[in-house]
């Protein structure tokens, strides 16, 4: 039975009812799956690289790989603040070195990894979506991928061409842009730009789905395909 491990931050964790209705990709990416897979999800709201090594979240995915399993990698929204030492890592520095050696440790333990560019933060001005939040990152992102063979899967890209197809107005709904006095966890209303809705998850989780099939093989084959639509 396949499992797919998860490293990454908030735009990926596991919410519950109180900070609803936030939602991380984690929690969505099942509907696009097979019967029988597993997602076991250890991506925490505010790690890096950095910090996710640190306080010893990766250690714990590495005991449970085996051999057949997949780590998918999504981090860059942390790692590029400054201000903070404890996340902050350079594009090509340290950020690189850190997704190495997590796809280095799926590697020695017959797995496989996924490297996923950091999703785009909904940023428009004048109605236009403004510059890449997270070049740098994507760019070393794409590099290590490139250099060390490991299969990507350009979510900043998709991500983007979403966002610019949608335009300002629509794009809102799949982030945690809420109104006054609908959520507990909200009471005061919220407009956030980074994390994600119900609908965003699910939306976006579909571009990564998207992603495995472009990548093929063994990726595709995670897939869920129209027969299983029967048991519904």
Request: glycine share 10%; proline share 3%.
């Amino acid at each position: 039975m396949n499992v797919i491990y998860w490293a990454g931050d908030s735009t990926v964790q596991s919410n519950n009812i109180y900070t609803f209705p936030q939602t991380g990709l984690g929690q969505e990416l099942g509907r696009y799956l097979k019967l029988g897979i597993i997602i076991d999800n250890h991506a925490k709201n505010g790690r890096s690289t950095k910090s996710f090594l640190d306080e010893g979240r990766f250690g714990k995915i590495v005991d449970g790989l085996s051999r057949g399993d997949f780590l998918f990698i999504q981090f860059g929204h942390n790692d590029e603040k400054k201000e903070d030492p404890s996340r902050y890592t350079e594009p090509f520095g340290e950020y690189y070195r850190n997704l190495k050696f997590m796809a280095d440790a799926a590697f020695s333990k017959g797995a496989h990894p996924v490297l996923i560019t950091p999703l785009e933060r909904r940023k428009f001005e004048d109605g236009r979506l403004c510059s890449e939040a997270h070049a740098e990152y994507v760019k070393a992102m794409k590099k290590l991928a490139l250099d060390e063979g490991i299969p990507l899967i350009d979510l900043n890209a998709k991500s983007r061409r979403a966002l610019e197809d949608a335009g300002d107005v629509k794009s809102r709904q799949w982030y945690v842009h809420v109104p006054a006095g609908v959520y507990e966890a909200f009471p005061d209303g919220k407009e956030d730009d980074t994390h994600l809705s119900l609908m965003g998850a699910v939306f976006y989780s579909g571009l990564i789905a998207e992603g495995l099939r472009e990548l093929g093989g063994i990726y595709a084959e995670l897939l869920a395909d129209d027969a299983e639509a029967e048991h519904i």
